[in-house]
């Protein structure tokens, strides 16, 4: 799909995430995400996973304290992430986003190591499509 | 008749005075003691109680006269453990902590009238932790005219303590990096309004199940708590409910990680139960709250802002999740969907009186919280922004404002929101928003949830008279 393509698929779903959306966050990193996750997932479950791992990327998780706008933005991100998830009223897969954010978070603060974030949300994927 | 029961306390440092005025205050709710005493007893040697006022400069003045009266570094024969009979392997050296003892009190006994602790103005409870940090545990029992145990009486405080359980069981099965600094949060107190609320609402439908509401009810309060965490490292706040926060004890970044984690639980939490209604409803509110955040953030360059923004900020940051409580509660329990959209509105009002009120709270000294706090953050704040439409003074609290703000500032910016009588307006307009929410549930049949509904709304508002 084009970038044009990628865009216009979110754009409704952004509102409220300029900051993200304009910044070099959706410019690389969040737009190759969302075109991942895109390839094995309707629309809003991808960007609710883009999401997730631009929360994590947004706060630094497991390196250093975020500056404000960025913890702002992340748990921006991560509402946003399960409002959409929440939407699609598949709660199992609701329960497995949330359990990949779990052990990423745990693991940031000192907890058990856990699986990269991105295998997590694959295998969350997978397991409830 | 009487009633016994037992208040767990976990402190975090050596030598620590928690305040456990609210938490005494909700025993005496939940036992449902009307008139009578409670009697409190540490059932430790090194753990005492005093009643005294929460002021932190004061809290350090009375840690270094413990400090002083028996000196940390100074020798004991307590501590000479060779002289010593039946000396259990890990026998602490504490002979200092057992001397500071002396000066407290290992037990008291506290009035209660109209199901309220008699204190004075400047009067908190505490235990003083002096060889710390453990798990205490206190022995309370009551006795006194009790509410009749109707059915109704009986259920409040099943409902209160199945919140409490159900927080504990859901921090029991956490890693230990993140549920130690949770638990200390959950277990320092907080009123549990919101929880309390999505109970009660729970009961309003054909569907009313007192586990699975505990379950919407403590996914809540870790949502909340999940945000106090990030908001006190934003804020760079040191103190909250009396303690120290996440941020200040375990550092920013596992602050952020903490409160992370418990948001993807309470999310997980809520999704377990299986009512995509209820999931939708908190998701959005908790994306309001965000979004009324970066907001807040934004007004600050026209701080201290307006009335209308005043609402619009409270309205998300603070409100919205008392509405979502509400009306998720009632979605859980099935409740007809006018029931629903009545007891959202309730909350919605209810939640911007609770933070009119809590704005009030940075003038009153007994209240526990830092004074000033407010003023000195530059938090948006009802009083401040009726003081600054002041005829009188509005123009130098607006100068004060606009400055550095240093100790002198913040005391004289206080004086003259009280000199404004900003303080009376905020009271009443709060009050007057209590009387709007209540107003919401006239028309409803509220199956027996009626008076407890309204005794939580009037206590936002009671707190701070």
Sequence with gaps: MSTTGLADEV????????????????????????????????????????????????????????EPPRLLLGDLCLARASRLLAETGDTRLQVAFAVAVERVAAEA??????????ELLVAAISEHR | MTSARRLDVTTSRATEFVDVTTRLQDAISAAGLREGRLHLQSLHTTLGLTINENEPLLLGDLQATLERVAPGAEVYEHDNLLRRMDVEPDEPRNGHAHCRHLLLQPAC???VEAGRLVLGRWQSVFVVELDGPRERQLALQMDGEFVATETAGA????????????????????????????????????????????MLTSR???????????????????????????????DQAAIRRGRP???????????????????????????????????????????????AQMDDVRSRGMYPGDHAMYVRVVRGKT????????????QLGAAPAGVVERLHQFGDLLGIAFQMADDLLDYSVSSGKPLGQDIRQRTVSLPLIYATEDARHGSRVRELLAGPLEDDDVEEVQELVQASGALERVGNEARGLVAAALRELEELSLDGVGSQLTDLAQSTVDRVR
Excluded at chain 2, 188 to 193: E, I, M, S, T
Excluded at chain 2, 219 to 234: F, K, N, P
Excluded at chain 2, 247 to 263: I, K
Aim: charged fraction near 25%; proline fraction near 4%.
């Design chain 2, 319 to 330: 409100a919205a999740l008392f509405a979502a409580a509400c009306k998720a509660g009632a």
């Design chain 2, 204 to 234: 309003l439908g054909s569907q009313d199940d007192p586990l699975r509401a505990a379950a919407l009810a403590a996914a809540i309060e870790l949502l909340h708590d999940a945000s106090l965490v990030h908001d006190d490292y934003l």
């Design chain 1, 11 to 66: 754009g409704t779903n952004l509102a409220g995430l300029e900051s993200v959306w304009d910044s070099s966050i959706w410019d690389s990193s969040m737009r190759d995400s969302y075109a991942f996750y895109r390839s094995q997932a309707r629309p809003e479950v991808a960007l609710a996973a883009a999401l997730v791992e631009s929360a994590v990327a947004l706060q630094d998780l497991g390196r250093r304290a975020p």
């Design chain 1, 109 to 118: 603060a000192g907890g058990p190591a856990a699986r990269a974030l991105r």
């Design chain 2, 109 to 111: 006994t506290l009035l």
């Design chain 2, 155 to 198: 259920r409040d405080r099943s409902d209160r303590e199945l919140v409490e359980l159900e927080l504990a069981r859901q921090l029991l099965v956490d890693p230990e990096q993140v549920r130690g600094p949770m638990r200390r949060l959950v277990e320092a107190g907080g009123k549990r309004l919101r929880p309390l609320l999505a």
């Design chain 2, 245 to 291: 926060t996440v941020a200040s004890t375990e550092g920013p970044a596992r602050a952020v990680a903490v409160g992370d984690y418990y948001f993807a639980k309470a999310t997980r939490m809520i999704a377990q139960l299986g009512n995509p209604d209820v999931s939708c409803t908190i998701a959005h509110a908790v994306e309001t709250i965000c979004l």
